[in-house]
Nanobody, 124 residues
Framework: QVQLVESGGGLVQAGGSLRLSCAASGRTFSSYAMGWARQAQGKEREIVAA????????YYADSVKGRFTISRDNAKNTVYLQLNSLKPEDTAVYYC?????????????????WGQGTQVTVSS
């Protein structure tokens, strides 16, 4: 059974930084693309960053490009999301997700396993 456990969320002031981590277990981590999604109150969940299984390819939503960085450590079965220059509009629950295959995926329906989420709150 696949388990994804996020950590690293919290309350931060605008302009600050956070690093989210997601530890995966249950199947061969290095075989699957990973993503980070977020869901703000009253809004749909969206993929904000994704990384292919080998880390050769990455994707960022326009709203986070240049501020967020996704990375993975296949030896540790962990994917990370570095959040810099945070804005109040980045406030959301952030979810780690594992895709159906190894290629880069940018849509939520292309992911079949999800973590429980971690809250990120950015104060102005």
């Amino acid at each position: 059974q696949v388990q994804l456990v996020e950590s690293g969320g919290g309350l931060v002031q605008a302009g600050g930084s956070l690093r989210l981590s997601c530890a995966a277990s249950g199947r061969t981590f290095s075989s699957y693309a990973m993503g980070w999604a977020r869901q703000a109150q009253g809004k749909e969940r969206e993929i904000v960053a994704a990384i292919s299984r080998s880390a050769a390819s990455t994707y960022y939503a326009d709203s986070v490009k240049g501020r967020f960085t996704i990375s993975r450590d296949n030896a540790k079965n962990t994917v990370y999301l570095q959040l810099n220059s945070l804005k109040p509009e980045d406030t959301a629950v952030y979810y780690c997700a594992q895709s159906r295959g190894g290629l880069l995926r940018t849509m939520t329906y292309e992911y079949n396993y999800w973590g429980q989420g971690t809250q990120v709150t950015v104060s102005s």
